[in-house]
């Protein structure tokens, strides 16, 4: 069962947020605008695919998205620690947020990572 994130703040994001953005394809960027005025999970969604795909050492035949949500990323998608930590670090300056090494260790799975930095960033819940 999953557990509900408490309420949305927005994030503020930083001076640099531009040269963040660039990295990310249109559509992530547009995403991560929308999600900054309305803080909904599924403009969020976009945005994290859109870092894993930029960070992922080894492309996938399909996009992450379509992939099911328990694939891990180590085992199952070729991420290892160093790209692992490279996507910490630009989801801490993107989302304004902070991520302990002792809550990264927890995260294994696609599904694990969007709700870590859904709850991260609390987001609201959409229908």
């Given at each position: 069962m999953e557990t509900r994130p408490p309420p949305?703040?927005?994030?503020?994001?930083?001076?640099?947020?531009?040269?963040?953005?660039?990295?990310?394809?249109?559509?992530?960027?547009a995403a991560f605008r929308r999600f900054q005025a309305e803080g909904k999970a599924a403009d969020l969604d976009v945005v994290i695919f859109a870092i894993l795909e930029d960070f992922i050492p080894k492309k996938?035949?399909?996009?992450?998205?379509?992939?099911?949500?328990?694939?891990?990323?180590?085992?199952?998608?070729?991420?290892?620690?160093?790209?692992i930590t490279e996507i910490v670090f630009f989801a801490?300056?993107?989302?304004?947020?902070?991520?302990?090494?002792e809550e990264i260790i927890k995260v294994?799975?696609?599904?694990?990572?969007?709700?870590?930095?859904?709850?991260?960033?609390?987001?609201k819940t959409t229908a």
């Amino acid at each position: 069962m999953e557990t509900r994130p408490p309420p949305f703040t927005p994030v503020t994001p930083p001076v640099d947020l531009e040269e963040k953005l660039r990295h990310l394809p249109a559509d992530a960027r547009a995403a991560f605008r929308r999600f900054q005025a309305e803080g909904k999970a599924a403009d969020l969604d976009v945005v994290i695919f859109a870092i894993l795909e930029d960070f992922i050492p080894k492309k996938p035949d399909q996009a992450l998205a379509g992939l099911p949500g328990d694939t891990p990323l180590m085992d199952g998608l070729g991420f290892d620690s160093l790209a692992i930590t490279e996507i910490v670090f630009f989801a801490e300056d993107l989302f304004g947020i902070s991520i302990a090494n002792e809550e990264i260790i927890k995260v294994r799975t696609i599904d694990d990572l969007r709700l870590f930095i859904r709850r991260k960033v609390a987001v609201k819940t959409t229908a």
